[in-house]
């Protein structure tokens, strides 16, 4: 009987948690196909940036080869940032974001839900569209696997970090320049390891190990990431 008891308060809870998530999830998924332009400015950012590579560098095939993992890691954490800045910019300034925080349901889940709508419609085209430029730099299609499954750990995680450097600034003049400074520091580790999955792949070395801490930084920052963003938009609301 009591333990009957003690899985209702449980099963409830989790409700409370599940709901706003996915409430949040569909409405910033709407919000995102109405604002599809600026989907695309992103991405057409991350594609030409990387296709100007051959303009400086020269076209040899081998150093392109040699480079093409750095420079689409790079391109696409800049392409990530070009749009953090306003992951709750908008509810902030038409007052939504008071009321999510005075809401009874848990703000945390409610950042998480914005966060893998940020993913789902800027660092999920990335990921799928990596592999085509990776071919276009010459990489071969052995590299490409680790390539794509190092982005897909690791571009969650951007958008994560991010989202506290957008949680920081928000209300801030020159936010998107202040979240830049903030989190491209915390990029760095993810940028590191996943260009040496890929580096690893073309030099015929363990591919697993560096995918291994990509794993483990994306599971800390979902365990870290939405408990400080909560606390530094409850201070923004204030």
């Known amino acids: 009987m009591g333990s009957g008891q003690s899985r209702g308060p449980a099963r409830r809870r989790k409700a409370r948690g599940v709901r706003p998530f ?15 332009c600026d989907i695309l400015v992103a991405l057409l950012f991350f ?9 400086g560098v020269g076209p040899a095939p081998e150093l392109l080869r040699a480079v093409a993992p750095g420079v689409i890691w790079v391109m696409a954490l800049l392409a990530a940032l070009l749009s953090m800045d306003r992951l709750f910019l908008t509810d902030h300034e038409d007052g939504s974001l008071e009321q999510i925080v005075l809401s009874p349901h848990p703000l945390e889940s409610v950042v998480l839900a914005k966060c893998l709508a940020h993913w789902l419609t800027g660092g999920l085209p990335v990921v799928l569209v ?25 571009t969650p995680t951007l958008t994560l970090l991010g989202a506290i450097g957008a ?11 202040l979240v830049s400074l903030l989190v491209l520091p915390l990029y760095i580790p993810v940028l590191i390891f996943g260009v040496a999955a890929t580096d690893a792949a073309i030099h015929d070395l363990p591919v697993r190990p560096h995918l291994l801490i ?25």
């Open 167 to 177: 949680a920081l600034v928000l209300g801030a003049r020159r936010g998107g320049v």
């Open 214 to 238: 990509e794993a483990a930084i994306l599971l800390a920052a979902l365990a870290l990431a939405p408990w400080a963003c909560a606390a530094a938009l409850r201070h923004a609301s204030e």
């Open 47 to 55: 594609v030409l940036a990387v296709l100007i590579l051959p303009f």
């Open 130 to 154: 990596a592999p085509l430029l990776g071919l276009m730099l010459n990489m071969d299609s052995a590299s490409l696997i680790p390539l794509v499954a190092a982005l897909a750990l690791g």
């Open 22 to 36: 996915l409430a949040t999830l569909r409405r910033e998924l709407r919000l995102a196909q109405r604002q599809s």
